[in-house]
């Protein structure tokens, strides 16, 4: 009877980690970069704030971000998703970050990008 309750609890747990949310945001460049500067100087800060939210333990981010369709794509995983979406919601109301910003919701086995149910952000 326990290893049965130790089971049900560990599917419980697979299932809310069992699912990735994407952050997409525009690459929208800086309006006052001048050439040789970074025009996309939130890129360093989401990771900023997406690694201080790992060292918290709270989630992970399974990359450093990609470039993908007019988007940097910031991939979050292993929390409930609930804590994924606060997450994409923080890291669009982070200074510098262009409006525009959406979440996909999708399994970890997804072999693409922008696979999912989609979620306005900002």
Do not use: C, K, N
């Not at 923080?90 to 990008?113: C, K, N, Q, R, T």
């Amino acid at each position: 009877m326990a290893d049965q309750a130790a089971e049900a609890s560990t599917a419980v747990l697979d299932d809310e980690v069992s699912f990735i949310v994407e952050v997409h945001v525009p690459l929208a460049p800086e309006r006052h970069a001048i050439d040789d500067d970074d025009v996309f100087p939130w890129i360093d800060e989401v990771i900023e704030f997406v690694l201080h939210l790992e060292d918290e333990g709270s989630l992970e981010m399974w990359d450093d971000g990609e470039e993908w369709e007019a988007h940097f794509v910031f991939t979050l995983g292993d929390a409930p998703e609930a804590d994924l979406l606060a997450a994409a919601y923080s890291i669009a109301a982070l200074p510098g970050v262009p409006s525009g910003v959406f979440a996909i919701v999708s399994d970890f086995g997804a072999e693409e990008y922008g696979v999912g149910s989609r979620i306005d952000i900002s």
